[in-house]
C-alpha cells in the first residue's frame, strides 16, 4: 500500500452460488466508488464457507464478471475454503475466555422455540449450563447478552437487542462447518477492513458480527448498508426468484443503470460510450449521500 492512499479499505464479498445478478453488481459498484472515492483499498473475498451451498465454476465466473466490468480490486482474492486455520484460532480464543458452548440440540429439538428475527428459531439455552447428561456436542454456540447499536451511513441508526432478537447463536456448525458471522468477521479484521459497504438483506447479520468484533477484540469497521433491488414482485433478486445474469447486458448499459439505482443519476447516452467513460463519470460524481435507504424495484430487464 503506497503511503499517499489513505486507511480506508473496503471489500466486496460475493457468494458462489451463482452468477452475479444486479442485486450483487449495486454491492461490488457501491463498496468499490465508496472505497476508490476515498483514496481507499478494495479488496475481494470470494465466501465459499458454506461449502454445500458453493456451486462448482461460480467463483470463476464471477471473477471473470468483475474483470470485465472493469473492476480493479487489491492484493489477491481470499478464498473463505482455505481460512479454516484462523477461523479454527478464533474459536479457540472464544472458548479460552468463555464466550462459547457446546450445544447437543438438533433443530428438531429446537422447534417449539420461539422465532428470531431473521425467522430462524431462538435458541431456548438448553446447554447454556453444561450438555444434558449422556449429550454430545453438535455445534457451538456463542452466548448473545449485549445490546447491539451501531450508526450506519445509509439506514441510520440501528439497535439489536441479541438475547430478544436473536439468541445465543451458532459459530461452529453441526455439519462441521464454520457459520457465517464467524468466518466474515475473522476475515475483516485479518485484511483491515475499516469500511463495509454492502447489501441491506445482511443488515440484520450485522449485530452478531459487531457482537463477535468485540469478543474477539477486534476494531469495529464503518457501516453502510445499501438498498435491497426487487424485482417487480417487490422480491430481492436470488437465485430462488431466477435472477438474470448481469452478464446478459452489455456493462455500460448495466453500470450506468446500477449507478441509477444507487441515486447518481448518470446523463442516459453514458449507457452507450465506452465502459471506460462510465467509470470516470461514476468516480468523478459518486456521493453516498445520494443513496436511497429503502428497497425498490428495478427494470424488468434486469431482473
Ligand atoms: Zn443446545
Known amino acids: 500500500m503506497s503511503a499517499a492512499r489513505s486507511a480506508y479499505s473496503g471489500r466486496f464479498a460475493p457468494s458462489p452460488s451463482g452468477p452475479l445478478h444486479f442485486g450483487s453488481l449495486v454491492a461490488a459498484v457501491g463498496s468499490y466508488l465508496e472505497a476508490r472515492c476515498n483514496d481507499g483499498r478494495w479488496l475481494l473475498r470470494i465466501e465459499d464457507v458454506d461449502t454445500p451451498r458453493t456451486v462448482p465454476g461460480a467463483a470463476q465466473a ?13 492484493g489477491e482474492v481470499v478464498w473463505q475454503s482455505q481460512r479454516s486455520a484462523a477461523y479454527a484460532a478464533a474459536l479457540e480464543d472464544l472458548k479460552a475466555a468463555g464466550h462459547v458452548f457446546p450445544c447437543a440440540c438438533t433443530r428438531r429439538e429446537m422447534a417449539d422455540s420461539s422465532l428470531a428475527r431473521d425467522g430462524s428459531r431462538r435458541y431456548p439455552g438448553t446447554c447454556r449450563d453444561g450438555l444434558p447428561a449422556g449429550r ?7 452466548r448473545a447478552e449485549s445490546v447491539i447499536r451501531f450508526d450506519d451511513a445509509i439506514q ?15 459459530v461452529l456448525r453441526a455439519d462441521g462447518l464454520y457459520a457465517y458471522q464467524l468466518a466474515v468477521v475473522v476475515d475483516d479484521a485479518a485484511a483491515g477492513v475499516t469500511h463495509i459497504v454492502r447489501g441491506a438483506d445482511l443488515l440484520g447479520s450485522t449485530a452478531r458480527q459487531i457482537h463477535l468484533q468485540h469478543l474477539l477484540g477486534a476494531p469495529v469497521p464503518a457501516y453502510a448498508h445499501l438498498p435491497v433491488a426487487t424485482n417487480a414482485a417487490a422480491e430481492k433478486l436470488s437465485k430462488q426468484t431466477l435472477a438474470r445474469a448481469i452478464d446478459a447486458h452489455p456493462p455500460a448499459v448495466a453500470l450506468v443503470a446500477a449507478l441509477a439505482f444507487l441515486g447518481q443519476h448518470a446523463p442516459p447516452e ?3 460510450a465506452p465502459l471506460a467513460e462510465v467509470w470516470s463519470w461514476a468516480r468523478t460524481h459518486w456521493q453516498i449521500a445520494r443513496v436511497p435507504r429503502l428497497p425498490h424495484a428495478i427494470a424488468p430487464e434486469f431482473a
Not at 437487542?161 to 451458532?170: A, E, S
Open 62 to 74: 464471477i471473477l471473470a464478471t468483475l474483470a470485465r466490468f472493469g473492476f480493479e480490486w487489491d
Open 136 to 142: 454430545s456436542a453438535r455445534a457451538w454456540r456463542v
Open 156 to 170: 441510520g441508526a440501528q439497535q439489536e437487542d441479541l438475547t430478544r432478537d436473536v439468541g445465543d447463536y451458532v
Open 270 to 272: 453514458l449507457a452507450r
